[in-house]
Protein backbone atom coordinates (compact mmCIF):
# COMPACT_ATOMS: atom_id res chain seq x y z
CA UNK A 1 0.00 0.00 0.00
CA UNK A 2 1.51 3.30 -0.90
CA UNK A 3 0.95 5.77 1.10
CA UNK A 4 3.59 8.68 -0.25
CA UNK A 5 3.63 9.96 -3.32
CA UNK A 6 6.78 12.03 -4.26
CA UNK A 7 7.04 13.95 -7.49
CA UNK A 8 8.65 17.34 -8.90
CA UNK A 9 12.12 15.55 -9.64
CA UNK A 10 14.05 16.21 -12.97
CA UNK A 11 17.29 17.69 -13.97
CA UNK A 12 18.15 21.48 -13.00
CA UNK A 13 20.91 23.57 -13.79
CA UNK A 14 23.39 24.55 -10.55
CA UNK A 15 21.81 27.83 -8.84
CA UNK A 16 18.24 26.65 -10.12
CA UNK A 17 15.05 26.24 -7.73
CA UNK A 18 13.41 22.56 -7.99
CA UNK A 19 10.55 22.13 -6.02
CA UNK A 20 9.53 18.72 -4.36
CA UNK A 21 5.95 17.72 -3.25
CA UNK A 22 5.11 14.44 -1.10
CA UNK A 23 1.58 13.52 -1.12
CA UNK A 24 0.47 11.71 2.25
CA UNK A 25 -2.93 10.46 4.22
CA UNK A 26 -4.32 13.23 5.93
CA UNK A 27 -4.02 11.13 8.53
CA UNK A 28 -0.26 10.58 8.35
CA UNK A 29 0.87 14.05 7.25
CA UNK A 30 -1.18 15.42 10.26
CA UNK A 31 0.12 12.84 12.68
CA UNK A 32 3.84 12.49 11.82
CA UNK A 33 6.88 14.79 11.74
CA UNK A 34 7.31 14.54 8.57
CA UNK A 35 10.69 15.36 6.27
CA UNK A 36 12.70 14.48 3.28
CA UNK A 37 15.81 12.75 2.99
CA UNK A 38 18.34 12.07 0.07
CA UNK A 39 20.96 9.61 -1.13
CA UNK A 40 23.46 10.09 -3.90
CA UNK A 41 25.29 7.89 -5.67
CA UNK A 42 27.53 5.57 -3.81
CA UNK A 43 26.28 7.14 -0.97
CA UNK A 44 24.29 6.74 2.04
CA UNK A 45 20.98 7.90 2.79
CA UNK A 46 20.99 11.41 4.95
CA UNK A 47 18.62 13.63 6.66
CA UNK A 48 17.83 16.84 4.27
CA UNK A 49 14.72 18.44 6.55
CA UNK A 50 12.05 17.74 8.60
CA UNK A 51 8.99 20.01 9.76
CA UNK A 52 6.96 19.17 13.08
CA UNK A 53 3.16 19.28 13.56
CA UNK A 54 1.19 22.37 12.63
CA UNK A 55 -0.54 24.24 10.50
CA UNK A 56 0.34 25.64 7.53
CA UNK A 57 3.91 25.86 6.85
CA UNK A 58 4.20 23.93 10.54
CA UNK A 59 5.55 25.75 13.50
CA UNK A 60 9.22 24.03 13.45
CA UNK A 61 11.75 23.28 10.80
CA UNK A 62 14.74 21.78 10.79
CA UNK A 63 17.77 21.09 8.29
CA UNK A 64 21.04 19.45 7.53
CA UNK A 65 23.66 21.73 8.03
CA UNK A 66 24.44 21.66 3.88
CA UNK A 67 20.91 22.75 2.69
CA UNK A 68 20.39 25.47 5.49
CA UNK A 69 19.04 28.55 3.68
CA UNK A 70 18.84 27.37 0.71
CA UNK A 71 16.10 24.25 1.34
CA UNK A 72 12.35 25.20 2.58
CA UNK A 73 10.00 22.71 4.12
CA UNK A 74 6.29 23.17 4.39
CA UNK A 75 3.34 21.30 4.91
CA UNK A 76 0.07 21.52 2.94
CA UNK A 77 -2.93 20.59 4.59
CA UNK A 78 -5.13 21.64 1.81
CA UNK A 79 -3.53 19.25 -0.56
CA UNK A 80 -1.81 16.63 2.05
CA UNK A 81 1.37 17.61 0.72
CA UNK A 82 5.04 17.92 1.87
CA UNK A 83 6.79 20.19 -0.10
CA UNK A 84 10.63 20.89 -0.37
CA UNK A 85 11.88 23.88 -2.37
CA UNK A 86 15.24 24.11 -3.03
CA UNK A 87 16.92 27.07 -4.26
CA UNK A 88 20.34 28.04 -5.23
CA UNK A 89 21.32 24.14 -5.90
CA UNK A 90 24.74 22.48 -5.83
CA UNK A 91 26.11 19.95 -8.18
CA UNK A 92 25.95 18.23 -4.65
CA UNK A 93 22.93 18.21 -4.20
CA UNK A 94 22.16 15.28 -6.49
CA UNK A 95 20.68 12.31 -5.29
CA UNK A 96 17.21 10.68 -5.08
CA UNK A 97 15.19 12.40 -2.66
CA UNK A 98 13.02 10.20 -0.47
CA UNK A 99 9.89 11.73 1.37
CA UNK A 100 9.44 10.24 5.04
CA UNK A 101 6.83 9.88 7.59
CA UNK A 102 7.37 9.63 11.62
CA UNK A 103 10.86 10.99 11.98
CA UNK A 104 12.55 11.25 15.18
CA UNK A 105 14.81 13.47 16.46
CA UNK A 106 17.30 12.26 19.73
CA UNK A 107 19.61 14.79 21.23
CA UNK A 108 21.18 16.17 17.83
CA UNK A 109 20.25 13.06 15.53
CA UNK A 110 17.21 12.68 13.51
CA UNK A 111 16.41 8.94 12.86
CA UNK A 112 13.92 8.26 9.72
CA UNK A 113 10.05 6.71 10.72
CA UNK A 114 9.10 3.97 9.28
CA UNK A 115 6.81 5.47 6.27
CA UNK A 116 8.91 5.78 2.80
CA UNK A 117 7.70 7.06 -0.81
CA UNK A 118 9.69 5.39 -3.94
CA UNK A 119 11.82 8.85 -4.12
CA UNK A 120 12.52 11.26 -6.77
CA UNK A 121 15.65 12.04 -8.62
CA UNK A 122 17.17 15.29 -8.87
CA UNK A 123 19.88 15.87 -10.54
CA UNK A 124 22.03 19.26 -11.07
CA UNK A 125 24.80 19.78 -13.70
CA UNK A 126 27.29 22.56 -13.64
Known amino acids: QVQLVESGGGSVQAGGSPRLSCVAS????????MGWYRQAPGKQREFVAAAGPGRSTGRSQDYADSVKGRFTISRDYARNTVNLEMKNVKVEDTGVYYCNAGLKKVLSTWYAGDVWGQGTQVTVSS
Open 26 to 33: RSIISNNI
